[in-house]
């Protein structure tokens, strides 16, 4: 299977720079007070939703290895 780059790589790209700025944000969020940002159960929400998100892209780079 060789990689090509049509629409599906292309989108998966996309993807990977959606949850790059993703965790930027929730970084700067976090270090901006971190005492009120563990507080918010939706911020946890959110991490384990960037979990998933990162593991399918690793998951994917596998799959083009």
Known sequence: MEPTFDLQMVMEFILILFVAYYIAQELS????????????????????????????????ILCYM
Do not use: A, C, H, P
């Open 29 to 60: 969020e976090f270090t901006i007070s971190k005492s009120e940002y563990l507080q918010d159960g939706w911020n946890i929400v959110d991490w384990m939703n960037l979990l998933l998100l990162i593991l399918v892209v690793i998951y994917r």
